[in-house]
């Protein structure tokens, strides 16, 4: 018997993640929820570039939620705006009694405080439901690939988590110039603006978890961000970015023990990478200082003959989401913490 999946959201990932329950044996489309108003009333199929399918996508969050389904892979946008809407919708889907997927943070809650997390484990109790947060750079790599790493150490003095990411070519100017904030005086940055908010709810959950994993109580979790300033003009493929403005941005969080940085994980956004100290290959690097000090890089490879128009970034996102459906179907309801095995730790 097939499980019955309810699919939400149409972008980039959730697209992505359409057309894996289209085309697998053992997933059965129950449900489409979607934004856009030219994508509203179109067959799923339609609009994933797959044969009719029958079911016919919708705007109504209330027809969400009373179609009966096994799970929802909710996978959304983050904006600056949406962290408490997310939120508000998983607890509904919750109670509902659909398990929920999602690339939305959720990893690890309980770094926001146990009344946040709470709020989940007993929507879920509610509803004999799960929450799988699965992380969005994908978090396989920082939460999960990391901390399985440790696994060949004797001694970890240090783990550093790096994502970096070339936005030189990205076409959405509405992505780089007023979301991303290419272009701004590094002024701007100096006080928590809409994304630094966003970035520090998700990110902070990397790091959280990660201590969780280890059985590593932290200090504190701090931020310590650095941008890079264009020294001319530099023309992007979204437009042209001035001179004195923000180019290049490392967003980064430490999980401090004894006043020292543990665990970091950082995000690099590079728009010009002539820019010195700025020359990085985009991809994922690991760094581990111990016995033994590892250090492991990780790329991904653009899939060939595929009919979709799907990156292999996307793929790498949405892969962890659809593995996690029978795991998640059978967990017991509240959050879900993705296991771990032999890890490190300073505790036994």
């Known amino acids: 018997m097939a499980y019955k999946v309810i699919q939400w959201a149409t972008g980039a990932i959730g697209k992505t993640c359409l057309r894996q329950i289209i085309d697998h044996p053992d997933l059965e489309l129950a449900g489409l929820l979607v934004y856009s108003e030219s994508k509203a009333g179109k067959d799923a199929g339609e609009i994933a570039r797959r044969p009719i399918t029958g079911i016919l ?16 892979l909710y996978t959304p946008l983050n904006a600056v705006d949406t962290l408490e809407t997310h939120d508000d919708n998983i607890l509904r889907l919750l109670r509902s009694g659909k398990n929920v997927i999602t ?16 709020r989940f484990d007993e929507a879920g109790r509610e509803g004999g439901s799960t ?6 750079n994908p ?25 970096i990411y070339d936005v030189s070519e990205v076409r959405s100017a509405g992505f780089l110039f007023d979301l991303m904030g290419i272009g701004k005086p590094v002024g701007t940055f100096r006080i928590e603006t809409g994304i630094q908010r966003v970035f520090r709810h998700i990110f902070t959950e990397t790091v959280g978890y990660v201590g969780h994993a280890l059985k590593i109580d932290y200090d504190d979790i701090v931020p310590d961000h650095e ?33 020292e940085p543990f665990f970091t994980t950082e995000m690099l956004w590079i728009g010009d990478r002539t820019l010195p100290g700025w020359d990085y290959a985009d991809g994922w690097n690991i760094r581990i200082r111990g016995a033994p000090g590892i250090d492991a890089r990780i790329d991904l490879v653009e899939p060939e003959n595929m009919p979709d128009r799907s990156k292999a970034m996307q793929y790498a996102v949405a892969g962890p989401v659809i593995r996690a459906i029978p795991e998640v179907i059978k967990a017991a309801p509240g959050i879900l913490l993705p296991p771990t095995f032999a890890a490190w730790s300073p505790r036994m």
């Open 227 to 259: 941008f890079g300033i264009a020294s001319r003009d530099v023309t992007l493929a979204a437009g042209v970015a001035p001179a004195g403005g923000v180019i290049n941005f490392r967003w980064r969080w430490h999980g401090r023990c004894n006043g």
């Open 131 to 136: 929450l799988l947060g699965t992380g969005v």
């Open 57 to 72: 996508a919708t705007r109504s969050i209330e027809e969400i939620v009373a179609t009966p389904a096994d799970v929802v």
């Open 103 to 118: 690339t939305t943070a959720h990893i690890y809650p309980y770094v926001h405080g146990t009344d946040y997390a709470r």
């Open 139 to 163: 978090g396989f790599m920082a939460e999960r690939l990391s901390v399985a790493l440790t696994s060949i150490c004797t001694k970890v003095d240090r783990m550093t988590f790096t994502e």
